[in-house]
């Protein structure tokens, strides 16, 4: 499958299955989108007819063409034949081993998020703190089940994972002190909304973790629109001093400022320039995923808005970057020549397989998002995992499952989408939320437009 797309000035094609990107002439482009429909005659006098005037374009430079697009093709880097569907049904099924956890060891919040998918902390259930038993307890069981695995990754969240930051000390503490003997090594990270971030916090997120997810929206009046306390007041006046002071402690490195747009914020890369210009350089905004009567949610509408900024955001970036003050933007993170495996690139996040989420009662679920609906109960962190239908439904997802997937050019970059996006939109794991599809193939035809024009840079020595 051949993907071909124009943006920023150049003529991009993508090969899905050999992953190769090739940035092209006009006559190139032209001839390419032909060459599997039309005969060489007919391209060659396409071509002429289209650029022989202006451009001297001439039947030998037509068969050169065609003979570079057939090399291209002869060594597997365009129209390739996929290898890879075959490997998809099974290859989930080939280890049952856990490589990570995310840890609610909080079900409680000191915000009142208004698109808060866990009901402002609480999951639509009752306040809960997880205890330091039922916290150890979990990391034993994901020991007891990560096989031949030596890297294993807690993620401590909530609600807010602050709330019970004793027992985050604790659990990381116990963690440490097990890992050598049982020949692990775990990598934490805390995904916090920054209330209550002080020196105590910071110097442990320096000590112990690996990363730090920072919630914020962006502008102050976006922000606090969405992410008001709970007496209606602003929350980005607290927490902002306190990201700059742990970002500063990092170092500006291993941490995530991760934001949500709404309906509200459709012109989102206002909100994204305006962190950058406060000096945060890892950034992440996420779109909304609600129920499409929520005033909040996206639109039909909002999408060719949508799809724009993020045109604007990666000619922007490319900009500051050619500047010497670029910034990371999470979703065009994306390496052409050594980015995932083949196996990751199938089977995606891993959720509900390698991947759980875990209450402060010990319940096990696929992911944080679905905590809460009892038909994705997997099993406790005491008795194991009981419910293997669920398990085995997560087990099935992958780039190729759907239908709509395998005539999809952007499958092997998505793996198949977010499970819980796709249950959320249409009731099943199985689903398709298309739009979201829509914005993700938005976001790598720029990410990928600005790595070509980030090799095309270099290799002209700018």
């Known amino acids: 499958m051949v993907h071909q ?5 150049y003529n991009i094609v993508i090969d899905t299955a050999s992953g190769s990107v090739h940035c092209v002439d006009d006559a190139a482009y032209d001839a390419i989108d032909l060459y599997e429909t039309e005969t060489p005659e007919k391209i060659t006098e396409t071509l002429i007819n289209k650029y022989g005037q202006s451009e001297s374009f001439t039947a030998d430079d037509a068969a050169a063409l065609l003979d570079d697009i057939k090399t291209l093709k002869d ?35 000191n915000l009142n998020c208004e698109y808060c998918f866990a009901a402002q902390g609480k999951y639509h259930g009752q306040s809960a703190l997880m205890s330091f038993e039922v916290g150890k307890r979990a990391l034993d069981f994901l020991i007891e089940n ?16 602050l709330m019970n930051f004793q027992v985050v000390k604790d659990l990381t503490a116990y963690a440490r002190s097990v890992e050598k003997e049982k020949g692990k090594n775990f990598r934490f990270t ?22 730090v997810v920072l919630s914020l929206d962006g502008r102050k009046e976006i922000h606090d629109a969405k992410r008001p306390t709970p007496s209606g007041g602003s929350s980005y006046d607290v927490i902002l001093p306190k990201f700059r002071k742990l970002v500063e402690a990092r170092q500006g490195k291993g941490y995530y400022m991760r934001g949500t747009f709404t309906h509200a914020n459709t012109d989102f890369t206002k909100d994204i320039f305006h962190m950058a210009d406060l000096g945060f350089t890892e950034l ?6 609600c129920k499409p009567s929520e005033p909040y949610a996206l639109t039909d509408e909002d999408l060719p808005v949508l799809k724009e900024q993020y045109e604007i955001l990666a000619k922007e970036m490319i900009r500051r970057r050619d500047e010497g003050r670029g910034f990371t933007f999470y979703h065009y993170m994306i390496d052409l020549k050594s980015g995932p495996c083949i196996y990751k690139r199938i089977s995606g996040c891993g959720s509900g397989t390698e991947y759980m989420a ?42 190729y499952s759907r239908q709509e997937c395998r005539n999809c050019w952007a499958q092997l970059y998505c793996s198949g989408g977010c499970a819980a996006n796709a249950y959320h939109a249409t009731g099943s794991v199985s689903g398709i939320y298309e739009y979201g599809c829509e914005l993700f193939r938005k976001r790598m035809e720029c990410a990928i437009m600005m790595e070509v024009d980030k090799s095309i840079k270099e290799s002209e020595g700018e």
């Open 190 to 211: 805390l995904t916090t909304n920054g209330m209550l971030i002080d020196d105590d916090v910071i110097d442990f997120c320096n000590r112990e973790c690996h990363n």
């Open 284 to 289: 992440s905004m996420e779109p909304v995923v």
């Open 75 to 109: 060594d597997g880097k365009l129209f390739s034949k996929d290898p890879f569907a075959s490997l998809a049904s099974g290859i989930k099924n080939r280890s049952k081993d856990i490589k990570a956890l995310c840890l609610h060891v909080s079900h409680a919040c």
């Open 358 to 399: 875990v209450t402060p009662t010990g319940d096990l679920y696929p992911c944080h998002q679905f905590v809460g609906d009892t038909k994705y109960l997997m099993g406790n962190v005491f008795t194991g995992i009981t419910n293997e239908k669920v398990r085995d439904e997560f087990a099935g997802c992958n780039a």
């Open 5 to 9: 797309y124009k943006l920023n000035g």
């Open 146 to 161: 990560s096989g031949t695995r030596h890297n294993l990754e807690v993620d401590f969240f909530g609600g807010e994972p």
